[in-house]
């Protein structure tokens, strides 16, 4: 059964730190890229940052870079984003999407919520 589980999330003050965890099973997790994606209240889902396989190539979304840090460790099955320098705006669940070439799973997300 294949599952993605996303872990982390929580409330932080604005300027905090968070690091979310998405733990998978089911399936080849090293042969797969892996995502996060967002989607604050109201609004769209947006790509976050990506790493594919081997881990060393990552993208990021527009203004993702920089406070934002895409890992993973095969070993373990999971990946992780460091996020920094938090905001309200970045107010939002947190995805995990795996991908590869036709097959795509998601996890059912983990709620941010940057507020003093």
């Known amino acids: 059964q294949v599952q993605l589980v996303e872990s982390g999330g929580g409330l932080v003050q604005p300027g905090g730190s968070l690091r979310l965890s998405c733990a998978a099973s089911?399936?080849?997790?090293?042969?797969?890229?892996l995502s996060w994606y967002r989607q604050p209240p109201g609004k769209e889902r947006e790509l976050v940052a990506t790493i594919y396989p081997g881990g060393i190539n990552t993208h990021y979304g527009d203004s993702m870079k920089g406070r934002f840090t895409i890992s993973r460790d095969d070993a373990k099955d999971t990946a992780y984003l460091q996020a920094n320098s938090l905001t309200p705006e970045d107010t939002a669940v947190y995805y995990c999407?795996?991908?590869?070439?036709?097959?795509?799973?998601w996890g059912r997300g983990t709620q941010v919520t940057v507020s003093s």
């Open positions: 999407n795996a991908e590869h070439r036709w097959y795509e799973f």
């Open positions: 089911g399936f080849t997790f090293s042969s797969y890229s």
